[in-house]
């Protein structure tokens, strides 16, 4: 019995001489500043926006404003295209990623992903006009046919696998594609069918229409650095809770079934 409070107390003083438990790099630097930096591109509404006050607004937002102040730190939104928030997340320029990004394997061999927070999927935006001679996707494969993407989006990716005899007009963001449908430069857009559902409310005098269903699966998910396991966990099970708890079901209802917000929109 000695012996074995020996070993017991050997083995306890041991424990408590043992360093603790280190957090990753990304966690570090984000108690250390006591900040959360987010980029996003901020034009993809309802889920990432700006208001005419230069606020950022939307379902993404809530979610890392609600992960900020679970951690006790401040939040930093950098604005950026979203051809650079995969880059951004991928090198540790940000701590996270956030603004409508599907989840591929292409993007997948960069970044964590947490998630999926929400499913969406391609669909097609046009005029009402353009709109009553597209009974299938064949009726926009072809060469008079022009259709206006966002550069670097699976939109993009989409629009070239379903669509390659259609003339593909690539624009920076996905606002400036639907000016081109709006100002009759381009006979439809592809976007996830979220962005459609807004710009359709939102430009109801030109009477656009989109397909009621989308023509892809995409899950939507949160890009994180690479380089800390520990980080995607925390994020991971911080979602896992909202939406066990409700609140992310909340959420979704406030951003996709209440439109007053849009009002805030320029």
């Known amino acids: 019995m000695k012996k074995l409070h020996l070993l017991l107390a050997l083995g306890l003083a041991l424990a408590l001489a043992a360093p603790p438990a280190q957090a990753g790099p990304v966690i570090q630097r984000i108690l250390k500043n006591k900040q959360l930096v987010v980029a996003t591109s901020g034009a993809y509404p309802p889920l990432s926006a700006k208001t005419k006050e230069g606020e950022f607004i939307g379902l993404d937002i809530d979610i890392v404003k609600a992960l900020a102040q679970s951690l006790g ?3 930093k939104i950098e604005r950026m295209p979203f051809e ?13 990623a956030i603004g409508g990004i599907s989840v591929t394997p292409e993007r997948n061999a960069k970044v964590y992903f947490a998630g999926p927070y ?5 669909t097609l935006l046009a005029t009402q006009v353009v709109g ?3 009974q299938s996707l064949k009726d926009v494969n072809r060469p008079g046919f022009s259709v206006a993407v966002a550069r ?4 993009e990716q989409a629009t070239r696998q379903v669509m390659p005899q259609a ?4 624009t920076e963001t996905m606002d400036q594609a639907l000016n081109l449908v709006l100002n009759g430069q381009a006979n439809a857009m592809v976007a996830d069918y979220p962005y459609c559902a807004v710009a359709v409310f939102r430009n109801q005098d030109s009477k656009l229409g989109t397909l009621e269903k989308p023509f892809t699966f995409e899950p939507l998910g949160i890009a994180l650095p690479p380089d800390d396991p520990q980080w995607d ?9 909202m939406e066990g708890g409700g609140r992310l079901n909340f959420l979704k209802e406030r951003w996709f079934k209440n439109p007053a917000w849009m009002r805030l929109l320029p």
């Open 132 to 134: 009553a001679g597209i």
């Open 84 to 96: 650079r928030l995969i880059p951004a997340a991928a090198s540790g320029q940000v701590d996270l």
């Open 152 to 155: 670097g989006t699976t939109s």
């Open 233 to 241: 966990n925390l994020v991971t099970n911080f979602l896992f809770n």
């Open 73 to 75: 730190v401040r939040l």
């Open 167 to 170: 003339k593909i007009i690539v």
């Open 118 to 122: 929400f499913v969406s999927g391609q």
